[in-house]
């Protein structure tokens, strides 16, 4: 059952006077609790602080190159078929990137972060496992 306000008007606290509920409480403790002896590392009250405000630099992820390696069996139609449908390079792109393997030894497919190339060499060195071709995909960080 709700209390009326007369009856929490001369209710008493544990050990202390009747006390209004709607007065102002006893500021005392207060104004004890903020000396300013009490305060940490000597701050008092006319002591100024600065705020500060931290600005985090967000770091550009690492670029990986990811290269296609020579080798004397592909057949230069399937370099160019996974050049496109792994690397959606043009017909023109993937024969000079083909060609640029077969004369070089080693040729760039693309720059992209780790996550991304990962997954391209995966999807590389799967197509020429389920092809049956010894096609050697790798990426390395620039």
């Avoid at 701050?43 to 080798?71: E, M």
């Amino acid at each position: 059952m709700p209390l009326s306000a007369r009856t929490r008007s001369t209710m008493t606290a544990p050990g202390g006077p009747a006390r209004n509920s709607l007065a102002q409480p006893d500021r005392t403790w207060l104004a004890h609790m903020m000396a300013d002896d009490d305060k940490p590392n000597g701050v008092g009250k006319d002591d100024v602080g600065v705020a500060t405000k931290v600005r985090t630099k967000t770091k550009r992820p690492s670029l990986y190159r990811v290269l296609l390696l020579n080798d004397d069996y592909t057949p230069m139609e399937f370099v160019v078929v996974v050049l496109r449908e792994v690397f959606f390079k043009s017909r023109d792109e993937a024969m000079r990137i083909m060609l640029h393997v077969h004369n070089q030894g080693v040729g760039e497919c693309g720059v992209y972060p780790f996550e991304v190339a990962e997954t391209k060499v995966g999807r590389v060195m799967d197509a020429a496992r389920k092809n049956q071709h010894p096609l050697q995909c790798v990426m390395e960080k620039k």
